[in-house]
């Protein structure tokens, strides 16, 4: 049936999911940069409005995973945004996202440097979320 | 010359280009071609004083709003708001900017000021942008940075004593005017460094691990152009063919780095620069055939191709001994163009390689490298053997 995608449920299991990974804690292990921010912009009918992840990220461990409107998104250390369809293809491996920033195809903001650094623990982030059970609301 | 069948890419290249011997008197023309009334001229203290300058405010007669000089060598971030509070309150719709890569990268920050407000610092990010920024008109003085017609801007933060690197698609200059006669004052040594920075735009573009056929096409030339063009610049600073074609060679490597992005030679040349003022040209002249060397294992095959752009006969040769016989071709032109051949020489002391090592790893460009690089004992390795010349 799986989890729709972006909802409280699925930000929990996210968070689980990003503890459970000991690739990421090995990856993030110097992470001490602070929250990273997602917003998905909107998708009617799906979010008639941008919806945002807060991820209180510290040394390998979510501490926080929870629901957060836009303008609070954007207070975050790091904020990365992106449309529905762009996010999906992150989920579904189809799009690196430190590449998919360079490219514009999501949109960062924060210190590009920190976040290259981090490429191996961006990669086990979108490694959690992609082993999880999501269902797509345009599916 | 293979390519996958999963081969995906985007390719931007909005710019329009004007080439040609004293073109740069129609910036009054293309400054209102874009709707403009009230530009904003950037450029440095040197050129200010120059005729190239003059024309340039002669050309746009009343629609230069005011003249903005105090661009430093490596643009920073006071500079950039400086110049935008300058623009504001003479309220200019669009920017002129006249010089090198610093120049023209503090221009690219002014714009984003004069639309979007606030510092610069409020706008870090990447790609972040969200609508096209100020209208922006590039003259280049050098040949070498394509920073008239790329999405990055470099500005120093002084107070934090790092480089800021932007990206971002709307910051790409509407208008870039190829003038060769502007470069003729332009010394040796700078033609030199500025020309090998265009031929690594190029080299870096076609082995990127976004590398593409469209930025392939505009590398390989731009290479070409430069080992044809550039030793006769540095001999002749008046060799208008040589300065013009070294013009043009710049901006298709320009075009092609900014869509394939550059790799392991440019992290080394960007942290060596911020740390020791290597020149950027200079710097990736001296790392260049480290870099063939490392990368050889994965894309020797590119370096085929660049071998044979730059008249290397490697018809008998292996890829792999191709791509040792393109370093070794790399090390050959650096040495002709007269620049030195290694770090040490460049001043850059051997203790501090391990902390260039690690900075290097905070930069956008190795994410592109053709190959992965995760450790920054790797880079070491390339750093040590650029500093000694092995």
Redesign the interface.
């Known amino acids: 049936m799986g989890i729709p995608f972006f909802s409280d449920e699925w930000i929990s299991a996210y968070k689980a999911a990003i503890n459970g990974n000991p690739a990421y804690k090995t990856a993030a292990a110097d992470w001490t940069y602070g929250v990273v921010a997602l917003i998905c912009k909107a998708q009617p009918p799906f979010f008639p409005s941008d919806v945002g992840i807060w991820l209180d990220l510290d040394r390998g461990v979510c501490r926080e995973a929870r629901p957060v409107g836009p303008a609070d998104a954007l207070k975050a250390p790091f904020c990365i945004t992106g449309d529905y369809a762009r996010w999906k293809q992150v989920l579904k491996k189809e799009l690196e996202p430190?590449?998919g920033?360079?490219?514009?195809?999501?949109?960062?903001?924060?210190?590009?440097?920190?976040i290259?650094?981090a490429?191996?623990a961006a990669q086990e982030l979108v490694n959690s979320a992609a082993g999880m059970d999501t269902k797509f609301l345009d599916e | 010359m293979e390519y996958p069948a999963d081969l995906s890419f985007?390719f931007t290249s909005p710019t329009r280009v004007v080439y040609g011997a004293g073109v740069s008197r129609d910036v009054g023309i293309e400054l209102a071609g874009l709707g403009c009334r009230r530009a904003l001229v950037v450029t440095d203290g040197f050129l200010r004083k120059t005729e190239i300058v003059a024309d340039v405010v002669k050309s746009l007669g009343a629609s230069c709003a005011a003249v903005f000089s105090d661009v430093p060598p490596d643009s920073d971030v006071r500079a950039v708001n400086a110049g935008a509070e300058l623009g504001r309150s003479h309220g200019a719709d669009s920017i002129v900017s006249v010089g090198g890569g610093s120049v023209i990268d503090t221009a690219k920050g002014i714009a984003i000021l004069l639309k979007e407000g606030g510092s610069l610092l409020d706008h870090?990010?990447?790609?972040?942008l969200?609508r096209r920024q100020t209208p922006h008109v590039c003259i280049p003085t050098t040949a070498g940075t394509g920073s008239e017609v790329t999405y990055f801007a470099v500005i120093k933060d002084h107070e934090a004593r790092?480089k800021?690197?932007f990206?971002?698609?709307h910051i790409i200059p509407d208008v870039a005017i190829l003038d060769p006669s502007l470069t003729v004052g332009l010394p040796p040594v700078l033609t030199a460094a500025t020309g090998l920075d265009a031929f690594s735009h190029g080299l870096e573009a076609l082995t990127s691990a976004?590398r593409e056929p469209m930025s392939d096409a505009l590398g390989l030339h731009a290479m070409r152009l430069v080992r044809r063009y550039l030793p006769a610049a540095v001999k002749n600073g008046s060799d208008m063919v040589a300065r013009g074609q070294m013009l043009i060679a710049a901006t298709l490597a320009g075009a092609a780095f900014s869509n394939a992005?550059v790799g392991l030679l440019h992290a080394i040349a960007h942290t060596v620069g911020a740390r020791h003022a290597v020149h950027h040209g200079a710097a990736n002249a001296i790392a260049m055939a480290h870099v063939v060397r490392f990368n050889n294992d994965v894309v020797a095959d590119r370096h085929r191709l660049a071998a044979e752009a730059i008249g290397v006969d490697v018809r008998a040769l292996s890829d792999e001994a191709a791509g040792l016989a393109l370093a070794e071709a790399i090390s050959d032109f650096v040495s002709e163009v007269g620049l030195p051949l290694t770090f040490r020489e460049a001043g850059v002391p051997e203790a501090d390689l391990a902390a260039c090592a690690e900075l290097a790893?905070?930069?956008?460009a190795?994410?592109?490298n053709a190959k992965p690089v995760?450790r920054s004992s790797e880079v070491l390795g390339v750093l040590r053997a650029a500093w000694a010349g092995t």
């Open positions: 430190i590449k920033m360079m490219q514009g195809k999501l949109r960062l903001k924060g210190d590009l440097p920190t290259v650094r490429v191996q | 985007l870090q990010g990447y790609q972040l969200t790092r800021m690197i990206g971002d698609h976004q992005q790893m905070s930069d956008g190795i994410v592109y995760l």
